[in-house]
């Protein structure tokens, strides 16, 4: 699965206004609501939904980075938004450490093995020293637009 087929160019915030995992997250949601992906009436239900999957277990799995993702029945097509905060955010990350970059996931509940495969997809790209980098220092949506079509079109 290519990142870009999912990724909502809209929904891609260079630099996060909110400074705790909530306000991220519902930061996050709030861009995929003004792209147009997730109707205003299902704003609350999806970022309460992303909240308690993360307060079952964090996404920060570490290295300054969280994949905060759920799947949902009302959610029709798989959209990503990704965000970037150059002070560090609280995730309760696995490490303990700040998370910096955060590619939030809505998946259809009826498709799971799309969703391992975007999940797949995203953690390949997060894994690398290099990507995580290059996705902290962009300082623009086209910035980070390049980078993960540059990913995409590496072999993996």
């Known amino acids: 699965?290519?990142?870009m087929d999912i990724i909502?160019?809209?929904a891609?915030?260079?630099?996060?206004?909110a400074t705790n995992r909530d306000g991220v997250i519902t930061e996050m949601v709030d861009a995929l609501?003004?792209?147009?992906?997730?109707?205003?009436?299902?704003r609350e239900e999806f970022t309460k939904s992303i909240i308690r999957r993360e307060n079952k277990g964090s996404t920060g799995f570490g290295?300054?980075?969280?994949?905060?993702?759920?799947?949902?029945?009302?959610?029709?097509?798989?959209?990503?938004?990704?965000?970037?905060?150059s002070e560090g955010i609280d995730f309760k990350a696995l490490d303990r450490e700040p998370v910096y970059s955060i590619v939030l996931l809505l998946?259809?509940?009826d498709q799971p093995e799309n969703h391992l495969?975007?999940?797949e997809a995203i953690f390949s790209s997060l894994s690398q020293d290099t990507f995580r980098r290059f996705l902290l220092q962009a300082n623009s949506s086209d910035d980070i637009l390049t980078l993960l079509t540059e990913?995409?079109?590496?072999v993996r």
């Open 1 to 3: 699965m290519k990142l």
């Open 8 to 10: 909502v160019k809209d």
């Open 12 to 17: 891609i915030i260079p630099e996060l206004k």
């Open 33 to 42: 609501v003004t792209s147009g992906c997730i109707s205003e009436d299902q």
């Open 63 to 85: 290295h300054g980075v969280a994949v905060p993702h759920v799947k949902h029945a009302d959610i029709k097509t798989m959209h990503i938004a990704i965000g970037n905060s």
């Open 107 to 109: 998946s259809p509940e």
């Open 117 to 119: 495969d975007a999940m």
């Open 151 to 154: 990913t995409d079109n590496a």
